[in-house]
């Protein structure tokens, strides 16, 4: 019986479950006309025999199905003839691949070795074996627990209770599971970062001006010696965000302050969504959009002026990169600026202040630090921003502060450290660690001091 | 001053009982009619607002007091929708008239609100804000003089002098209100709009509020809305009493409480409603 067949019953079993627990709470207490004497209502105790017919029968498949291949797989090496199973692990590795095509149905059995042909049919016997057992376990796992349920209904029983309980646990273990997530990924790169520091010292790759994280592939390869001096990557995320900034806090705040002071109803009501759409834009669209427009248009703009402009540049990076963070701080200044009560505006302008000079001494005064954190946010945002620097920005490591010139990211350096076949053990592959480490700590404190400025800034006015 | 000692007829048709008009009146007010899109929220008004006393406006919620006092400053103007009708004299001279600008009719005319708002800066600097924008310090040493003359005026020296640049907010309910006071204060104007400057405090700092209205009276014209007849018993020498839009009745203060003329008056002073 194939897994999924086996999922529907296990579904079907357990909506059988819920109506014979239901009925038996209505036979236990003697009829629908008493049901105020259960506890809780019928459709509690058929719930809790559903659950345990069917969660129980659920958590076995689950593990099964996980587990089946490892194990079925050991299962045929064993029966192997001695030969093959002293071969090198690369080579078991590929008898392994054919085996799993020819059992898939990929490749035809006439295709593979005789051994491997035989260990196929092993396995394909096993499987199904293991499916039949699986189907048995399974149900009678829901029929025990159902029929255990059933045989425990009485008109005390506290159904809902347990049924409550049972939803709580199973909301604690999905939030549990984002949880665990994060922590795995943040431990791994907390331990692949520390096997790079252990082949490159911490003082290299945070003072290093070098950056070149090519390495030799054989000894006598020249120039390929890796440098992984990550200053001139810290310094173009740097320039970039540096750049975006400028675009997006004065037109962002500036934008924020017309709608929620200016602007009438009515152009409030259409911009602002419009505004925020901006944000919706996929950030590969805005790449797209440096590099084939915004790009050139330095470029072209460059030459009129005598300058040279190369053609990836910070700037042209930088510059979009400022448009895609608009909504942020737009969207955040807006929320802080019609956060500041009436009643200050009204306090300002009962002094005979004018509109501005309330807008100015007032207003921001009053939502500075909410548009502080919102700034620092989006700053956040620009340097974890990845597309738009990976298609626009150019990979040559370069320390410099001109604008016009290709300088690359940390993105854009742990994409390309990254892209291709690569060995989990090289400096190279692990340097992409180190970097992701620094970026995961710089853009999380920014976040904490954000989220706190923020926060102690709602409180001021709730 | 030199119309304003003439007393303005009464229009016509006015309903209102008692003494409407007083002589040298530093508000006159006629047929003046406030309109909230097409609610009519304030209907025909005539009152004048006498110099170095205190006037109570009560009433029951919603019959309009707010809005009569904002017209008086003009901050109906920053009400989308709102449109004020009917003539407003302050010295005699027309409030809406083109001339009239608005930044100056509102340093002639201070206003303390319902719940105290200080600025989100420091209590010198709040002081300071009004002078600032309306120019009326030379110098530091002048800018200094003036908050400390303010917040003496306010009864607010004594607890503040020591913390002057510590923010606004940082102080009591009662003396976020006397920093406002003082804030209204500072640039001298010639009557202050009171709007329930108490309901939001508790009785020991309503009841230094109420001594400082007493004491500010000998030099401003204080208009005050108030929710408590206690209140305008204690600090008011003249009382209106409005309702639902009208101005029922007006005269001096004891006169009001202890003999109304008008029923419903005596309605709402006997606490029939309210
Ligand atoms: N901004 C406004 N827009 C529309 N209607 C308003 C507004 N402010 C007050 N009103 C209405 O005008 C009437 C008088 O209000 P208000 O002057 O605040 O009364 P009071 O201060 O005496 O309680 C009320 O019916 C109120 O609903
Ligand atoms: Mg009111």
Same mark, same amino acid.
């Given at each position: 019986?194939?897994?999924?067949?086996?999922?529907?019953?296990?579904?079907?079993?357990? =909506?059988? +479950? *819920?109506?014979?627990?239901?009925?038996?709470?209505?036979?236990?207490?003697?009829?629908?006309?008493?049901?105020?004497?259960?506890?809780?209502?019928?459709?509690?105790?058929?719930? /809790?025999?559903?659950?345990?017919?069917?969660?129980?029968?659920?958590?076995?498949?689950?593990?099964?199905?996980?587990?089946?291949?490892?194990?079925?797989?050991?299962?045929?090496?064993?029966?192997?003839?001695?030969?093959?199973?002293?071969? #090198?692990?690369?080579?078991?590795?590929?008898?392994?691949?054919?085996?799993?095509?020819?059992? +898939?149905?990929?490749?035809?059995?006439?295709?593979?070795?005789?051994?491997?042909?035989?260990?196929?049919?092993?396995?394909?016997?096993?499987?199904?074996?293991?499916?039949?057992? /699986?189907?048995?376990?399974?149900?009678? &796992?829901?029929?025990?627990?159902?029929?255990?349920?059933?045989?425990?209904?009485?008109?005390?029983?506290?159904?809902?209770?347990?049924?409550?309980?049972?939803?709580?646990?199973?909301?604690?273990?999905?939030?549990?599971?984002?949880?665990?997530?994060?922590?795995?990924?943040?431990?791994?790169?907390?331990?692949?970062? *520390?096997? *790079?520091?252990?082949?490159?010292?911490?003082?290299?790759?945070?003072?290093?001006?070098?950056?070149?994280?090519?390495?030799?592939?054989?000894?006598?390869?020249?120039?390929?010696?890796?440098? @992984?001096?990550?200053?001139? $990557?810290?310094?173009?995320?740097? $320039? &970039?965000?540096?750049?975006?900034?400028?675009?997006?806090?004065?037109?962002?705040? @500036?934008?924020?302050?017309?709608?929620?002071?200016?602007?009438?109803?009515?152009?409030?009501?259409?911009?602002?969504?419009?505004?925020?759409?901006?944000?919706?834009?996929?950030?590969?669209?805005?790449? @797209?959009?440096?590099?084939?427009?915004?790009?050139?248009?330095?470029?072209?703009?460059?030459?009129?002026?005598?300058?040279?402009?190369?053609?990836?540049?910070?700037? +042209?990076?930088? /510059?979009?990169?400022?448009?895609?963070?608009? #909504? *942020? =701080?737009?969207?955040?200044?807006?929320?802080? &600026?019609?956060?500041? #009560?009436?009643?200050?505006?009204?306090?300002?302008?009962?002094?005979?202040?004018?509109?501005?000079?309330?807008?100015?001494?007032?207003?921001?005064?009053?939502?500075? #630090?909410? &548009?502080?954190?919102?700034? $620092?946010?989006?700053?956040?945002?620009?340097?974890?921003?990845?597309?738009?620097?990976?298609?626009?920005?150019?990979?040559?490591?370069?320390?410099?502060?001109?604008?016009?010139?290709?300088?690359?990211?940390?993105?854009?350096?742990?994409?390309? /450290?990254?892209?291709?076949?690569?060995?989990?053990?090289?400096?190279?592959?692990?340097?992409? @660690? +180190?970097?992701?480490? =620094?970026?995961?700590?710089?853009?999380?404190?920014?976040?904490?001091?954000?989220?706190?400025?923020?926060?102690?800034?709602?409180?001021?006015?709730? | 001053?030199?119309?304003?000692?003439?007393?303005?007829?009464?229009?016509?048709?006015?309903? %209102?009982?008692?003494?409407?008009?007083?002589?040298?009146?530093?508000?006159?007010?006629?047929?003046?009619?406030?309109?909230?899109?097409?609610?009519?929220?304030?209907?025909?008004?005539?009152? !004048?607002?006498?110099?170095?006393?205190?006037?109570?406006?009560?009433?029951?919620?919603?019959?309009?007091?707010? %809005?009569?006092?904002?017209?008086?400053?003009?901050?109906? !103007?920053?009400?989308?929708?709102?449109?004020?009708?009917?003539?407003?004299?302050?010295?005699?001279?027309?409030?809406?008239?083109?001339?009239?600008?608005?930044?100056?009719?509102?340093?002639?005319?201070?206003?303390?609100?319902?719940?105290?708002?200080?600025?989100?800066?420091?209590?010198?600097?709040?002081?300071?804000?009004?002078?600032?924008?309306?120019?009326?310090?030379?110098?530091?040493?002048?800018?200094?003089?003036?908050?400390?003359?303010?917040?003496?005026?306010?009864?607010?020296?004594?607890?503040?002098?020591?913390?002057?640049?510590?923010?606004?907010?940082?102080?009591?309910?009662?003396?976020?209100?006397?920093?406002?006071?003082?804030?209204?204060?500072?640039?001298?104007?010639?009557?202050?709009?009171?709007?329930?400057?108490?309901?939001?405090? !508790?009785?020991?700092?309503?009841?230094?509020?109420?001594?400082?209205?007493?004491?500010?009276?000998?030099?401003?014209?204080?208009?005050?809305?108030?929710?408590?007849?206690?209140?305008?018993?204690?600090?008011?020498?003249?009382?209106?009493?409005?309702?639902?839009?009208?101005?029922?009745?007006?005269?001096?203060?004891?006169?009001?409480?202890?003999?109304?003329?008008?029923?419903? %008056?005596? !309605?709402?002073?006997?606490?029939?409603?309210?």
């Amino acid at each position: 019986m194939s897994p999924s067949i086996l999922l529907v019953l296990i579904i079907a079993l357990s =909506v059988l +479950a *819920f109506q014979l627990g239901k009925t038996r709470a209505i036979a236990v207490v003697g009829g629908q006309r008493r049901i105020r004497d259960l506890h809780s209502l019928p459709g509690h105790y058929g719930l /809790l025999t559903a659950i345990w017919c069917g969660l129980p029968a659920l958590l076995v498949f689950l593990a099964w199905v996980l587990l089946q291949d490892a194990v079925i797989t050991r299962l045929v090496i064993a029966q192997l003839p001695a030969a093959s199973q002293a071969l #090198p692990e690369a080579q078991l590795g590929l008898l392994l691949n054919d085996l799993r095509n020819v059992v +898939a149905g990929n490749v035809s059995p006439e295709m593979v070795a005789p051994e491997t042909r035989i260990a196929a049919a092993q396995y394909v016997q096993l499987r199904d074996i293991a499916e039949l057992a /699986l189907a048995a376990i399974v149900v009678s &796992i829901g029929i025990v627990g159902m029929l255990w349920v059933r045989a425990k209904i009485r008109p005390d029983l506290r159904a809902r209770n347990s049924y409550e309980r049972v939803i709580e646990v199973l909301l604690f273990a999905c939030s549990a599971v984002a949880v665990f997530t994060t922590l795995g990924i943040v431990l791994s790169i907390v331990f692949e970062a *520390f096997r *790079f520091f252990s082949i490159v010292p911490v003082t290299e790759f945070v003072f290093g001006t070098n950056w070149s994280p090519q390495m030799a592939i054989r000894a006598d390869q020249v120039g390929s010696s890796g440098a @992984f001096g990550a200053v001139p $990557l810290f310094a173009g995320t740097l $320039l &970039i965000s540096f750049i975006a900034m400028i675009v997006a806090v004065p037109i962002g705040l @500036f934008s924020a302050i017309y709608l929620a002071e200016y602007a009438p109803i009515k152009v409030r009501k259409y911009v602002k969504p419009l505004l925020e759409v901006l944000a919706g834009v996929p950030t590969v669209v805005y790449g @797209f959009f440096a590099v084939t427009t915004v790009g050139p248009a330095l470029r072209v703009a460059g030459e009129a002026m005598g300058l040279p402009v190369a053609g990836e540049s910070a700037l +042209a990076a930088g /510059l979009v990169m400022g448009i895609m963070i608009i #909504p *942020f =701080v737009s969207s955040l200044s807006d929320d802080m &600026i019609t956060a500041v #009560p009436q009643s200050l505006r009204d306090g300002a302008y009962a002094l005979g202040a004018t509109r501005s000079e309330t807008i100015r001494q007032v207003v921001l005064r009053a939502a500075l #630090p909410g &548009i502080v954190g919102g700034v $620092l946010l989006a700053i956040s945002r620009a340097i974890g921003e990845t597309m738009i620097v990976v298609m626009a920005a150019g990979l040559s490591a370069n320390l410099t502060a001109n604008p016009l010139e290709a300088v690359t990211t940390v993105t854009v350096q742990i994409v390309t /450290l990254l892209v291709g076949d690569q060995e989990f053990d090289s400096p190279k592959t692990l340097a992409a @660690f +180190a970097l992701g480490l =620094v970026l995961f700590l710089v853009t999380l404190l920014l976040n904490v001091i954000a989220l706190y400025v923020v926060r102690k800034y709602r409180e001021q006015y709730e | 001053m030199n119309q304003s000692s003439k007393i303005r007829p009464v229009p016509e048709g006015t309903k %209102t009982i008692g003494d409407v008009t007083v002589p040298e009146p530093v508000f006159s007010c006629r047929d003046v009619d406030v309109y909230y899109g097409d609610k009519h929220a304030i209907k025909k008004v005539n009152i !004048d607002i006498g110099r170095k006393q205190v006037l109570a406006m009560i009433g029951p919620s919603g019959c309009g007091k707010s %809005t009569f006092l904002r017209c008086l400053n003009r901050m109906n !103007d920053t009400i989308v929708g709102a449109r004020v009708e009917g003539m407003i004299e302050l010295d005699g001279q027309d409030i809406h008239e083109k001339r009239q600008d608005v930044v100056q009719l509102r340093a002639r005319v201070g206003m303390v609100f319902q719940k105290p708002n200080p600025f989100p800066k420091s209590i010198y600097e709040n002081v300071a804000y009004g002078p600032r924008i309306h120019g009326l310090a030379a110098d530091r040493a002048e800018l200094d003089e003036i908050v400390n003359v303010s917040l003496r005026r306010a009864g607010l020296w004594e607890e503040v002098k020591d913390r002057l640049n510590q923010p606004g907010t940082s102080l009591s309910g009662g003396q976020q209100q006397r920093l406002c006071i003082a804030r209204a204060i500072a640039v001298n104007p010639e009557v202050i709009l009171m709007d329930e400057p108490c309901s939001a405090l !508790d009785p020991i700092a309503t009841a230094r509020i109420e001594d400082l209205i007493d004491e500010l009276r000998e030099s401003y014209a204080i208009c005050i809305v108030t929710h408590s007849m206690q209140q305008a018993a204690r600090v008011s020498q003249r009382t209106a009493y409005f309702h639902l839009g009208d101005l029922i009745e007006v005269g001096e203060t004891n006169k009001i409480f202890t003999n109304p003329q008008a029923k419903l %008056t005596e !309605d709402y002073i006997t606490g029939r409603f309210g």
